[in-house]
């Protein structure tokens, strides 16, 4: 029951330049890597320094067991561990445990996330795919050797718990092994990603993963997301406000009412709210704006769909609809065929993925048990690992005749999915939550867009728009709101058609912001095509580019966009914050003020002012 | 992969009156009910009217796969589901997914506990105990059949996320069974316990797992449990101080400090702040109070105990201490010889057992991982889902030799718990979360302490103490402040000795909820006494009793102790709250107030009231 595996496992393979694949007793038939859909990026590789194969396997060790598979992997004390996709919580990893459930509602901070990715980075400089869709847990370090325990009873006291953050972080940090918990597998390939830099790993992963994605300037654009119930018409006297109020918007969503049926979803244009789908959808693109359509992936029992879909579907059901099987060639053919004739000629030209990470946690049950079989032989809890990557590709394929750069919007993801034209997004509304999925996401080749919705005052309007705009997909979200948000931030009073006092200067204020993010569009084009071909990520965690300097390792409310802008969000009731400069010279936005590199200070940054820094470009 | 058992189980065997056994598969070597240490209390089954044996085994379908083991019950939409164990933060479980994890940091309403139990019952009247030491999820009609759907789509709108809750409930209960999903199991023994009412299913368990408990007068009486700092001459001087204010304390409890190490814990008095434990004890014992004494089952590296323990031990650590194997003889031999000729004999009446659950899943880890190996057998999950029980029952072999009625406190339980004489308590420290402690907690054989420690302010106090003085132990906590509560609510102003003004009326206001507890404890002994042969629990959710009421289901803030009174508990904010009378007809605690049962009043209950009621016995 016990048995331990050979301490030295299966010879490391090269599988791509950096890339070492390493196998550990029998792996599952259904993981990340073997329903893959897309391939790597090879060319991608030439541009990265060599790889430097200093990863200590020998220390690798796997072991089966009644629950599942262990494996067991070196860590130092002073390594910083960072990703694990979307974490909202925290970013930092090392000295914690971290249990990686796909959960739509992460409240607490144990690494239950909409997308969690079993891919860890160092700042060693190295990365770890644990290729598996199950609810892996890590302990990275949480746990002194039995062996030093004595040592350790002699040399320290336990600092109390009201010590200060960082001792309480290093006091966590006592083991030298990084454990990796696996339910159900009685095996588990590994991919190691080298560096040389931390950066170089994650570039590796991202290619591994297929590169990065290139997006369209209008893509990049602002999304504005109208009321659930609006017709048509509704939407064009919205789009004719938004214009008049010279707002720069450039795509407009539909939440559920578009359909005759959802929850679960017909998949079919309510023809009394969208008598002309493709009119409707025409009209909007003289304006200038792109349609994007809300939906999940559960169909409802009687529509045209669930007839097709036939018998590849999960023997459970989600909010009453049929779960379509999207990981056998059949579901997935039929699901796509549907989308590619159905909708996307009307001119659809995006998607949003809802609900398809794992709401059972909720009051009511919002998706499929994990205990639910599927005719391509995944369960539930495998499914729910690889939905949101698969969902995003069934939309891929369901697309592909229509030009590139679109840019949809995916409540879940998983491992692998740096090249799919997504940014995720949550129901929970913290701001300060939503600034670390920005730091946090594209560590593991993801993006997050922190959606605006209804506020508790113009000031927190304005903050959480500049949080945006300086993300990779600015949305404003106003699914239950009649009026835009800048009109009146309260939610029953915007539907009671109450004008709040400042809303002139909000919607000022709101325009601004816009138009500064269309200024911004152009350079971020440019960052994410140096994405797609590099796997660099556009947004990303300061310590990825200095990994060597440890004050960066703890920030998670300031994040890089590109090579040369560092963003600094500020949340309602701050007017000031502290700001950790890393090397360089930094400019603030729109400014003269100039602040030096390696050093924390408190910066006053007004509702008006931007919060973001621009590093000064040493000459070359 | 996915081979269905047989859908007809082996057949039920009864192995007391009214309990059957269904064997599914191939169980587990390691169960609550295979490693117990309780034996049932047959006498007790005689006085329960004879079970009718109509529970449909037929609809029992078992199923293994990769996962683990699944399993499915007949489900009725009208059924009330409790039980569960400890839960904070709802009672009511049909509609519900229920994932049983041992966390000692339970935030979210996902069946997470202190004190999970893998037993239900319904307002049918029949409960079942599945017997798992896993992290079991159970469905409680959560999903609608597939066949149904099409059905449910024609007939019913979904409400909408702001529909009432009542409707919110009603619309999640749609399937017609219960899913149990257990992992790494291979099969399960089930316990269906028969009633013919709810009540005489719990009572069926309760003496299925040995009984209730009976207390003595002093054990019911309320704690005080001084600063985790104190020498034996601060208590002492603490203790003259409570006899001066007149305040009814039985027993005083020392936290960590007592020992030469804690964190881990060395289980060694420490002789500098406790020179003379034995004459320590003696004096509080002449003031007639008993000695709790606070410890954890993690064991410092250095210590005698360490040394004697050698290798039953688990391979992974805790706090950076051993963790004794309590389910191997020699582990237990050895901490329960430890206890008995080390500590007993100083005269300590009972322990407090912290850390006993699962604390991994905060910032630092706080217990061993689940992956740990036991020479037992056991793994980490199973030991988080039994070392609750097997701890308490090492404390109970310890204290073997001295008089029975002691109550010991427990921050973990498990299944087959009922005779076990232990309150459980959390640091979580929600007052509305403790007050549903004490509905749910009754449910599954468990006692609960809602202790209270500082508070926002005198009202904040009084309400919790009211709560603490109507529960099975009051304990007034004071660890981290000097003095008590009552001279000061805010901690760190009461370590400074700063007084607050309104000190005099709280001393007044606490001194009569003491005397309260001490007049009330003769009604409690009898209850308990009771639940010793009975198996009914002296603290109960109103449903045990009138199950057919459907207005006491969702009531999770009011509760039975015993046959004649009924707790309506306020937090502070409250003067007035809506409580509903069952059947029957209530006196207000100290007043002539009488109200109608099978009604709901909202009542003013001011801060001087004790929110108790009395019921109208009827005439013989």
Redesign the interface.
């Known amino acids: 029951?016990?048995n331990e595996i050979d301490s030295t496992p299966q010879r490391p393979v090269e599988v791509v330049p950096g890339v070492f694949k390493v196998t550990l007793g029998h792996p599952?038939r259904i993981t990340p890597v073997s329903v893959r859909r897309s391939t790597p990026l090879l060319s991608g590789f030439n541009s990265l320094p060599p790889a430097r194969n200093d990863y200590n396997y020998s220390k690798v060790i796997a072991r089966p067991?009644?629950?599942?598979f262990?494996v067991s992997l070196p860590f130092d004390r002073d390594e910083g561990i960072f990703g694990l996709g979307l974490q909202l919580k925290s970013c930092l990893h090392s000295?914690?445990?971290r249990?990686l459930r796909v959960n739509a509602?992460p409240?607490?901070?144990?690494g239950d996330s909409h997308a969690p990715v079993p891919f860890f980075l160092s700042t060693v400089g190295y990365g770890v795919l644990v290729d598996t869709a199950r609810y892996v847990?890590f302990?990275f370090g949480?746990?002194?050797p039995?062996h030093e325990?004595?040592h350790?009873?002699?040399v320290k006291h336990?600092p109390v718990a009201d010590a200060g953050s960082e001792a309480?972080?290093r006091?966590?940090v006592?083991g030298d092994t990084i454990?990796i918990?696996i339910?159900?597998?009685q095996g588990v390939d590994l991919y190691v990603f080298l560096g040389p830099t931390m950066m170089n790993a994650l570039q590796r992963y991202n290619l591994f993963s297929g590169g990065g994605v290139a997006l369209s300037a209008t893509a990049l654009g602002t999304q504005y997301r109208c009321h659930a119930d609006s017709s048509a018409e509704d939407v064009l006297a919205l789009v004719t406000l938004l214009k008049h109020q010279e707002m720069d918007i450039s795509s407009i969503g539909l939440e559920p009412g578009w359909q005759t049926?959802f929850?679960?979803n017909s998949f079919e244009w309510n023809l009394q709210r969208f008598p002309k789908p493709s009119e409707f959808v025409s009209s909007l693109a003289r304006r200038g704006l792109e349609l994007n359509l809300w939906e999940n992936a559960f169909v409802?029992?009687?529509c045209q769909l669930a007839a097709e879909l036939g018998t590849s579907i999960g023997?459970?059901?989600?909010?009453?609809?049929?779960v379509p099987d999207l990981l056998s060639s059949q579901g997935r053919d039929v699901f796509v065929r549907h989308h590619r004739t159905k909708l996307v000629p009307s001119g659809v030209r995006s998607f949003k993925l809802d609900e398809c990470d794992n709401g059972?946690?909720l009051?009511?049950?919002w998706s499929?048990?994990?205990?639910t079989?599927f005719p391509s032989?995944a369960?539930g809890?495998q499914m729910h690992c690889l939905l949101g990557v698969h969902y995003q590709h069934a939309t891929k394929d369901a697309l592909r005749e229509t030009p590139p750069g679109w840019f949809g919007l995916a409540r879940s993801s998983g491992a692998l999915a740096a090249s799919l034209p997504f940014a995720l997004y949550s129901d929970l509304y913290d701001h300060r939550d939503f600034i670390r999925g920005l730091v946090s996401a594209g560590c593991s080749g993801l993006l997050w867009t922190p959606e605006v919705r209804d506020a508790t005052c113009t000031e927190d309007l304005i903050r959480r728009l500049q949080t945006a705009v300086l993300s990779p997909l600015p949305v404003i979200n106003a699914w239950y709101i009649r009026n835009p948000p800048w009109f009146q931030t309260d939610a029953a009073k915007n539907n009671d058609g109450i004008t709040m006092a400042d809303s002139q200067e909000a919607m000022t204020q709101v325009r601004e912001l816009l138009r500064f993010r269309k200024s911004f569009v152009p350079y971020l084009e440019q960052a994410f095509n140096h994405y797609r071909t590099t796997g660099k990520p556009p947004f990303r965690a300061l310590v990825l580019d200095w990994p060597s300097d440890p004050s960066t390792w703890q920030i998670d409310d300031q994040y890089l966009i590109g090579d040369r802008f560092m963003a600094t969000p500020l949340t309602e009731g701050q007017i000031r914050r502290t700001i950790y400069f890393p090397e360089g010279r930094w400019t603030l936005y729109g400014t003269e003020s100039v602040f030096e590199g390696r050093q924390s200070t408190s910066v006053k940054l007004p509702l008006a002012q931007l919060p973001l820094f621009q590093r000064e470009v040493s000459p070359p």
Do not use: C, N, W
């Open positions: 029951m016990m599952e067991s009644d629950r599942g262990h000295g914690r445990k249990h509602d409240l607490v901070d144990t847990s302990y949480t746990h002194a039995l325990l004595s350790r009873a002699r336990r309480l972080y006091s966590s006592i454990a918990d339910p159900a597998a049926h929850y679960p409802h029992p009687d023997d459970q059901p989600a909010t009453d609809g049929l059972d946690f009051p009511a049950a499929f048990p994990e205990h079989r032989g369960d809890e």
